[in-house]
């Protein structure tokens, strides 16, 4: 029993102190971010356990899912983040249901490493775009810098963003730069490294003019 | 505050807002439909507006209400009340210390910054309706960016006045795909739709569908090269603070004919006649 105790201890996955405020600061950081695509926040919260493999979800992206998901969605979570510690979180906080299907899902949880521009998740109809899956991806790397313009609605000119080099990051930005060809369907993305958080909707350009 | 959960609707209704306007933002000028909860208040008294502001409002924030610019007038009171009874924030009648503007039918005249968040109530969201009744085929339309049909009813204007006499709720497009309804502001209001650097959100109770358009977004509104946009102009300037670069009503003073024009953004005049005094 105590033994019990002890590992549900260090293993716990944090909620919200104060749900109403705390989840209302969160989500203004999050349409923050999302409106002014490529912009850098860090959501003050506590961070999810280290416990291999899910530790790599990380504060913010965590803490996007406990601001937006409840009885009423449906995740998708990726092989390579997939723990009974995350599945067990995930409902206990917020009740969402847990899918398979990634057309089904509102929001899937992924990570550079297990992005796959084949997986079949929702971009929406034409009558109904807004009905498409938006992803939560662990990045390497969040900063404003490197090649990668990202221009359109929220961006007074331009700005840059840099996810990272690894071939799955490579795929993130060729999936969201070829968003503007099936406009107003596509995928929105909010991306996390550790407590960092940016968001690039669909009406974000993604120009990635490579240096050589 | 006892008895209601902080700005009134529950967490559950307000995370269904959230995600919504996450894809409002994600897709500008889009109308996204949702989960719109009673209001303690009519609808056409601001019921998708106040929505939106209580989903957004944190306790920190400071709010500002406006009815047609004014922030004295029966349904900004009545709105900055409800806030302040059932979220206990503070409230502003000054432009630039506002956070969130919840605002009736105008955009302040005093430019807004990055990080402002304006809240449009919005009476009929579709600007296609008194075209095409069918929801079915409005959406539709608006998926094949069938717009044609808009610009025959501002044709028909000019055909008929000589001139495009629509004069508030005039078509936009946004970021060059979705034409959206602005909510019903002047048209004078129109030109800081485009490129403004705070957050606009657009909220309709009684029709259940939000729209937003994110800070520095093209926004034109619909005209043709012979006819271009104009917006109103008048002979007069401000009775009161003299300006000749704002909105002005027309208000009657007597039943001799006396009238005056003021300008419809009280903040704006008063801080106008403050500084020259």
Request: a negative charge; aromatic letters at 8%; charged letters at 20%.
């Amino acid at each position: 029993m105590t033994v019990k105790t002890e590992m549900t201890k260090d293993l716990v996955w944090p909620g919200l102190a104060d749900p109403a405020h705390d989840s209302q600061r969160l989500f203004r950081q999050i349409l923050g971010a999302m409106s002014e695509p490529g912009t850098l926040t860090t959501l003050a919260l506590p961070a999810p356990p280290q416990a291999a493999p899910s530790d790599a979800l990380g504060a913010a992206l965590w803490g996007a899912v406990l601001t937006l998901c409840d009885l009423e969605t449906r995740v998708w979570i990726a092989a390579d983040l997939d723990s009974p510690a995350l599945r067990q979180a995930l409902t206990f906080h917020t009740g969402a249901r847990i899918t398979d299907d990634p057309v089904s899902a509102d929001f899937a949880l992924l990570t550079h490493e297990s992005f796959d521009p084949q997986t079949p998740f929702a971009l929406g109809s034409d009558t109904y775009p807004d009905r498409a899956t938006t992803l939560l991806v662990v990045v390497e790397r969040l900063a404003n810098a490197g090649p990668s313009m990202l221009s359109g609605p929220g961006i007074e000119t331009t700005r840059a963003l840099d996810i990272g080099d690894s071939p799955g990051c490579r795929a993130l930005k060729d999936r969201l730069a070829a968003n503007r060809a099936s406009f107003p369907r596509g995928l929105d993305m909010i991306f996390g490294c550790g407590a960092q958080l940016a968001a690039v909707p669909r009406s974000t350009r993604v120009d990635s003019r490579e240096v050589n | 505050m006892d008895g209601y959960n902080f700005a009134y609707l529950d967490e559950q209704t307000k995370r269904m807002i959230h995600r919504a306007l996450l894809k409002a933002v994600a897709i500008p000028g889009y109308q996204v439909p949702f989960g719109g909860r009673e209001m303690p208040m009519p609808y056409g008294w601001g019921t998708g507006g106040v929505q939106l502001t209580a989903s957004i409002l944190g306790a920190d924030d400071i709010l500002k209400v406006i009815d047609q610019g004014a922030d004295d007038t029966t349904n900004a009171v009545s709105i900055r009340h409800f806030f302040q009874r059932v979220a206990g924030v503070e409230t502003t009648t000054a432009t630039t210390a506002a956070d969130v503007i919840q605002t009736r039918h105008r955009i302040p005249e005093t430019p807004l910054r990055a990080g402002q968040i304006l809240v449009f109530q919005v009476p009929i969201p579709e600007p296609l309706r008194f075209i095409e009744p069918s929801e079915q085929e409005t959406r539709l339309m608006h998926a094949l960016e069938e717009y044609g049909v808009m610009h025959v009813k501002l044709y028909e204007d000019i055909a008929r006045y000589g001139h495009i006499a629509t004069t508030y709720a005039y078509p936009v497009k946004v970021d060059g795909r979705y034409v959206m309804d602005p909510s019903p502001i002047p048209k004078f209001d129109n030109p800081k739709l485009d490129g403004n650097p705070a957050l606009m959100l657009f909220g309709a109770g009684r029709e259940k569908r939000l729209y937003a358009i994110p800070p520095y977004t093209p926004v034109e509104s619909l005209d043709f090269e012979d006819h271009p946009f104009e917006i109103q102009r008048w002979e007069h300037s401000c009775a009161l603070c003299g300006s000749d670069r704002s909105y002005l009503d027309e208000v009657i003073t007597d039943d001799k004919g006396g009238r005056m024009f003021v300008c419809s953004d009280t903040d704006y005049c008063q801080t106008r006649r403050g500084d020259v005094a």
